[in-house]
C-alpha cells in the first residue's frame, strides 16, 4: 500500500514563499513519477510541476520562475518551492506519485493567499 502525506500548506500573504513537501511511504519503486497538482475552488485540478526519479522536471507555463519541484529519492519526498505567491495560487495542493502503471494520491493540503 502506498500512501502520500502532504505538508506545509497554510495562510501566506500575497508576494510571500511557501514550501510543501510530499513524502511517499510502502512500496516505492526505484522509477516514478512524482508531482503537485492543484485545484482551486469551482475550478478543474491542474498540473502544477512533476519531476521523475532521474530529475527531469515539467511545469506548468504559467508558473515557470516562480515554483521550483525538487525530491530526495533517498527519502521519497518531494518538494515544491513557491515564491511570489498571489490570490490565484489559492488552492488546494495534492500529490501524486506514478510508478508501475499505478496512480497515487495525497489528500491535499490548503495554501490560501491573502492580497
Known amino acids: 500500500q502506498v500512501q502520500l502525506v502532504e505538508s506545509g500548506g497554510g495562510l501566506v500573504q500575497a508576494g510571500g514563499s511557501l514550501r510543501l513537501s510530499c513524502t511517499a511511504s510502502g512500496k516505492i519503486f526505484s522509477t516514478n513519477v512524482m508531482g503537485w497538482y492543484r485545484q482551486a475552488p469551482g475550478k478543474q485540478r491542474e498540473l502544477v510541476a512533476a519531476i521523475s526519479s532521474g530529475g527531469t522536471t515539467n511545469y506548468a507555463d504559467s508558473l515557470k520562475g516562480r515554483f521550483t519541484i525538487s525530491r530526495d529519492n533517498a527519502k521519497n519526498t518531494v518538494y515544491l518551492q513557491m515564491n511570489s505567491l498571489k490570490p490565484e495560487d489559492t488552492a488546494v495542493y495534492y500529490c501524486?506519485?506514478?510508478?508501475?502503471?499505478?496512480?497515487?494520491w495525497g489528500k491535499g493540503t490548503l495554501v490560501t493567499v491573502s492580497s
Open positions: 501524486r506519485l506514478v510508478q508501475g502503471g499505478m496512480d497515487y
